[in-house]
């Protein structure tokens, strides 16, 4: 089947179970799939076992039928690309510059020649600059560079490589409301026109919502729901895995728009906390 499916993986920190057994898929090509699910869940681990990071303990993992190899960074990394949580700091390059070093990782393992950028390559990467709106940034040094304005130059290096499985984890958490929105579109745009697997860490529920067309809710290393976002993010679930009352309701567009009433009772909060009732 056409798509990244997941076969029964599960991963271990130490001896502590952190991902249980997860089977999904597929997440299909062309299609954009929302990691959901609170703090701790196991949302960065399964991005990272699925990059090659992390060592799986148990399971499989295949794309478009064919297993790719677990924990084979090397073997992965032309096809997969993971953008961390957390971007470097210091860096001294030019958003131009780290821009073509990225397009240039991808190029090396394909056994291309190395050597001065051709003016093609600088020109497409002067387009991807331009895509994410960030084309003015392209002389600035990165070590100056905002949080928000690093994010978008770690999306540019991410696209840039041409990825077959492209992994964000929190791409949009220091973007503002505009960039947000733009990063999304042009997520959306980037995942169909070159069949991507694009899969997505995201907090904000109403983002899922209105720009993927999955969700996959994980709660204490577990899916708990995986399917449409309509299907997935529903005033139960939320209660279940976040512990809030929530409405979801139509906005004047037709979207669904998720609601936060306030928090769910104390049981239900010590219940998701795993605390033991006295
Ligand atoms: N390198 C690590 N070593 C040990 N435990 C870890 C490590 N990374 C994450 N964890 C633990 O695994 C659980 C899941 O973490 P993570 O996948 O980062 O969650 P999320 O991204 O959903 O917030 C948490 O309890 C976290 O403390
Ligand atoms: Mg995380």
């Known amino acids: 089947m056409s798509g990244l499916n997941i076969h029964d993986l599960s991963v271990n920190y130490g001896k502590r179970p952190v991902l249980v057994s997860l089977d999904a898929g597929p997440l299909p090509r062309g299609q954009i799939t929302a990691l959901l699910g609170p703090n701790g869940s196991g949302k960065s681990t399964l991005l990272r076992t699925l990059a090659g990071l992390t060592k799986a303990s148990n399971g499989s993992l295949s794309l478009d039928g064919e297993m790719l190899a677990l924990s084979a960074v090397s073997a992965r990394s032309h096809s997969v690309v993971y953008l961390p949580q957390a971007l470097p700091a210091g860096v001294r390059l030019q958003v131009l510059e780290s821009v073509l070093v990225a397009a240039r990782a991808t190029r090396d393992g394909a056994q291309q020649p190395r050597g001065k950028p051709h003016s093609s390559e600088i020109e497409h990467a002067h387009a991807v600059l331009q895509r994410l709106g960030i084309e003015a940034l392209a002389a600035r040094s990165l070590d100056e560079l905002s949080g928000g304005q690093r ?18 984890d929190e791409p949009l958490s220091a973007l503002d409301l505009n960039h947000q929105f733009h990063v999304m579109q042009v997520l959306r745009e980037v995942t169909r026109e070159r069949g991507i697997v694009t899969v997505v860490v995201l907090h904000d529920i109403n983002v899922a919502m209105r720009a993927c067309d999955r969700a996959m809710l994980l709660h204490d290393g577990r899916i708990v729901h995986f399917g449409p976002p309509p299907q997935v993010v529903t005033a139960a679930s939320l209660a279940q895995v976040f512990g809030v009352l929530a409405r979801i309701e139509p906005c004047s567009r037709g979207h669904h728009q998720v609601l936060i009433d306030g928090l769910a009772d104390r049981t239900g909060i010590a219940n998701r906390m795993g605390a033991v009732s006295p």
């Open 151 to 168: 994010q978008l130059v770690g999306i540019a290096q991410a696209l840039i490589r041409d990825p077959q499985v492209l992994l964000l």
